[in-house]
């Protein structure tokens, strides 16, 4: 809570910025964070309310994709400064099923490892954060498959250099950490770590289009062999 009463008097700027030399600007993104969570505050705030009563409402079954609909809207908030709304946690209905076999498939593997030995499912609990931090925004704004989506935001994850990943994911699990040891902190530190997820993702995501455009085109095979003749 300390990082958020801190952030409160910087000058903030919504639009995602690739800082010169390709590093992440951390101090830019909790302020982007900062400002779409502050300008928004309402919407945000009944929109985690409503994730969180219809998560539990039905013992768990649309949380995957009331949390896909949240995070998108939380992405149109951040990139185009639109306001959070409730339909918007069911704007993805067609991803139930994927994502409802897939996280519960999830959670039956890190259970039997954690009733065994414990560590085993704490390591898969932490590859599962890892990885697929980036899986709902993908699935929802690119519209992946949750195979390529999987593929994809563990490629996000890996790229170079990986410490900056690491920090990125130290930060949701200390953001959630401290919303979890606070009565109500969650409806503050969850859209909070949501947004600086999504500001990360939006500058990786304009490093892959950069990457890609700058890469020059594969010569053709017509064009390789007329040089070689």
């Known amino acids: 809570m300390k990082v958020l009463v801190t952030l409160w008097s910087?000058?903030?700027?919504?639009?995602?910025?690739?800082?010169?030399?390709?590093?992440?600007?951390?101090?830019?993104?909790?302020?982007?964070?900062?400002?779409?969570?502050?300008?928004?505050?309402?919407?945000?705030?009944?929109?985690?309310?409503?994730?969180?009563?219809?998560?539990?409402?039905?013992?768990?079954?649309?949380?995957?994709v009331v949390s896909a609909g949240y995070m998108q809207s939380l992405l149109l908030a951040l990139r185009e400064d639109r306001p959070p709304e409730v339909k918007d946690l069911f704007a993805h209905m067609d991803l139930f099923f994927p994502l409802f076999g897939f996280v519960a498939l999830f959670i039956i593997v890190v259970f039997i490892g954690l009733v065994f030995l414990?560590?085993?499912?704490?390591?898969?609990?932490?590859?599962?954060?890892?990885?697929?931090?980036?899986?709902?925004?993908?699935?929802?704004?690119?519209?992946?498959?949750?195979?390529?989506?999987?593929?994809?935001?563990?490629?996000?994850?890996?790229?170079?250099?990986?410490?900056?990943?690491?920090?990125?994911?130290?930060?949701?699990?200390?953001?959630?950490?401290?919303?979890?040891?606070?009565?109500?902190?969650?409806?503050?530190?969850?859209?909070?770590a949501c947004l600086f997820i999504l500001a990360v993702y939006e500058v990786k995501k304009q490093r892959q289009i950069s990457s890609s455009s700058t890469e020059p085109p594969p010569l053709s095979k017509q064009g390789t062999s007329g040089h070689q003749g």
Do not use: C
């Open 10 to 64: 910087y000058h903030m700027d919504i639009n995602p910025v690739l800082p010169e030399g390709g590093g992440m600007d951390f101090k830019e993104y909790f302020e982007q964070a900062w400002q779409v969570f502050t300008g928004h505050f309402a919407p945000i705030l009944v929109n985690t309310l409503v994730m969180i009563v219809v998560s539990i409402a039905s013992l768990g079954i649309l949380a995957p």
């Open 118 to 192: 414990i560590l085993p499912g704490i390591a898969i609990l932490l590859a599962g954060t890892y990885f697929l931090i980036y899986m709902l925004p993908l699935m929802t704004d690119q519209r992946l498959g949750l195979v390529e989506a999987i593929k994809e935001s563990s490629r996000m994850a890996m790229e170079q250099p990986i410490v900056e990943h690491i920090a990125v994911v130290a930060v949701l699990i200390i953001l959630d950490s401290i919303g979890s040891s606070i009565v109500f902190g969650g409806l503050v530190t969850h859209p909070y």
